[in-house]
């Protein structure tokens, strides 16, 4: 229990324990919340139960994110990248039923191909200079680029969309990953750039769904 409550300083705006140590890292996690809103706005009423859900799971990112940006406790971490993994496998899933059209037992497996996915792919981008500090998350954008190029006969417009998100989350874990790099001539860090763009990706991945499924339906 007490490892709960341990504190942890990882971000450059952080310079103390106190709760309003990371404001601006705090307060980007708005870009979540409104992304999420967006979208929920944009998505309700269309009967499509798996935007709605990523909708809800985009808003507990924010959440999290803020928690941790103010408590900066091993609890807060955990609230932190939880709603992140649920928001990944849960797109993942959708993909894989709607955009491939695969059976629930097929979409299940597929989607939990990440797994093992990720567990490969993850210690590579560890190794390699530049990509070892979000080395958890760059297994994210290769997925989607994979997908991108996968479906760029069968579905061009829901491909182009990927590819959109993943550059978009390159750009944005570019950022994550040099927060610590530029603390000495800006100490501000750059973390909060992470926010701000993976609210706006986040909430384009839901779109490109969204669209998707409305086409399918024509």
Do not use: K
């Not at 792919?121 to 680029?145: H, K, N, Q, R």
């Amino acid at each position: 229990m007490e490892g709960l409550i341990e504190q942890v300083d990882g971000y450059c705006e952080r310079t103390d324990f106190t709760y309003w140590s990371e404001p601006v890292n705090a307060v980007t996690n708005l870009a979540f919340v409104i992304a999420a809103w967006i979208m929920w706005r944009r998505v309700r009423g269309q009967q499509m139960p798996l935007a709605e859900a990523l909708c809800a799971v985009l808003a507990a990112i924010g959440v999290g994110s803020w928690l941790f940006h103010t408590h900066a406790t091993v609890w807060a971490a955990i609230a932190d990248v939880a709603p992140i993994g649920i928001y990944i496998l849960l797109y993942i899933f959708a993909a894989n039923r709607d955009f491939w059209g695969l059976r629930l037992p097929w979409a299940l497996l597929a989607t939990a191909g990440f797994i093992p996915f990720a567990a490969i792919t993850g210690p590579v981008f560890a190794s390699a200079p530049f990509f070892e500090v979000s080395a958890a998350y760059w297994p994210v954008p290769l997925l989607i680029a994979l997908y991108a190029i996968a479906l760029r006969e069968r579905a061009p417009e829901t491909a182009r969309g990927l590819a959109i998100g993943a550059g978009i989350l390159v750009v944005s874990l570019s950022f994550r990953t040099v927060d610590e790099t530029v603390c000495g001539s800006f100490p501000l860090g750059t973390h909060f750039m992470w926010h701000i763009l993976n609210g706006i990706m986040l909430g384009w991945m839901i779109e490109v769904y969204r669209r998707h499924v409305v086409a399918a339906r024509l």
